[in-house]
Nanobody, 127 residues
Framework: QVQLQESGPGLVKPSQTLSLTCTVSGDSITTNYYYWNWIRQSPGKGLEWMGAIGYSGRTYYTPSVRSRISISRHTSKNQFSLQLSSVIPEDTAVYYC???????????????????WGQGTQVTVSS
């Protein structure tokens, strides 16, 4: 069974870079056909898809953070990571990593289509 686990600092100062890692167990991030996603939920708001990296290494980002986001993979460790630069307090959220079966790609806006989720990690942007 595929399991995902987020890790990284829970507090980031404004203007610095938020960096999180998702460790995947039970499957390979390069030999399967999943898209590996970062999703966040800020206080009082719903889930927001941020971006993803595919099994080939191609990345996809939402326009709202495109200028600040970078998703990369670390195949030897079966991990993928999120970097969000120049953070502001509005970036405070619970951050999730999640896996999406590409056969359900047309339904990506529906959260129930994501097969696997990490437990989420709280990141607070504050000085």
């Amino acid at each position: 069974q595929v399991q995902l686990q987020e890790s990284g600092p829970g507090l980031v100062k404004p203007s610095q870079t938020l960096s999180l890692t998702c460790t995947v167990s039970g499957d390979s991030i390069t030999t399967n056909y999943y898209y590996w996603n970062w999703i966040r939920q800020s206080p009082g708001k719903g889930l927001e898809w941020m971006g993803a990296i595919g099994y080939s290494g191609r990345t996809y980002y939402t326009p709202s953070v495109r200028s600040r986001i970078s998703i990369s993979r670390h195949t030897s460790k079966n991990q993928f990571s999120l970097q969000l630069s120049s953070v502001i307090p509005e970036d405070t959220a619970v951050y999730y990593c999640a896996a999406l079966d590409p056969s359900l790609l047309s339904l990506w806006v529906l959260w129930e289509t994501y097969d696997y989720w990490g437990q989420g990690t709280q990141v607070t942007v504050s000085s």
